[in-house]
């Protein structure tokens, strides 16, 4: 039987992004007690304050810096799985973010596809949040990954997220696994049933947010679009 659920949004929190609903399907992966089944992947601040997701991926193409995970832990209402490295960012650099992400409040720590393994097992040999590492491709070790210390698998294959996912799940059915969901309802449902039991989610910019807000804006007051 359905469940009905009784929802308050207020009037000025009303108005924020929301993670397809289609998500609620997965499992969900049980961290510290929250149960998580949507991550949004996101470092801008204002998104990560006014989306429903359950917790916020940080990760981003720069090299790691304390503070703006703090700065991200900071505004969140939700976990937050900060990036601590592995491409141009690797070795005992990450181990050391790593240590600090925990430190700062980080939910868990997420290793780039380039780290090396070693190093996944130095980084988990120091912090008690789950270490999880990205996959890219059915190519990849994923053995050796989960030998090193990796505690959770965030595949993120593009189109081929939901063919890794499968070939994952049937060598090893309880690992736990975040995957791209992709950019529709069918995408993200197809990547749940090949064995993902969380989905991360890529929000809408906050530029192209606020541009269809001026063009509400702009068609109030009868100016020309």
Do not use: W
């Not at 989306?51 to 939700?78: E, G, L, M, W």
């Not at 190519?139 to 993120?156: E, F, P």
């Not at 992709?182 to 989610?201: D, Q």
């Amino acid at each position: 039987m359905q469940k009905n659920v009784p929802t308050y949004n207020g009037t000025l929190r009303s108005h924020q992004v929301e993670v397809p609903t289609c998500i609620s399907e997965c499992s969900g992966i049980r961290i510290f007690g929250r149960r998580i089944k949507s991550l949004v992947f996101s470092t801008d601040v204002a998104i990560i304050k006014n989306v429903n997701a359950d917790a916020i991926i940080a990760v981003y193409p720069f090299t790691p810096q304390p503070i703006i995970a703090q700065a991200i832990i900071n505004v969140s209402d939700v976990p937050v799985f900060v990036g601590v490295g592995g491409g141009v960012t690797n070795g005992p650099r990450s181990v050391r973010l790593a240590a600090y992400a925990e430190h700062q409040g980080a939910f868990g720590v997420v290793v780039n596809a380039p780290l090396a393994d070693q190093t996944i097992f130095q980084i988990k040999n120091v912090v008690d949040i789950p270490v999880i590492a990205t996959i890219v491709s059915a190519k990849m070790d994923v053995a050796r990954r989960i030998a090193s210390g990796a505690d959770i698998l965030n595949v993120s294959g593009a189109a081929e997220t939901p063919a890794i996912v499968r070939h994952i799940r049937e060598q090893f059915p309880d690992i736990p696994i975040i995957a791209t969901g992709g950019p529709t309802e069918e995408s993200i449902l197809e990547t749940i049933r090949a064995g993902a039991n969380a989905i991360t989610y890529t929000p809408p910019t906050n530029g192209s947010l606020f541009a269809e807000s001026m063009r509400r804006y702009r068609n109030t007051y009868g100016a020309e679009d």
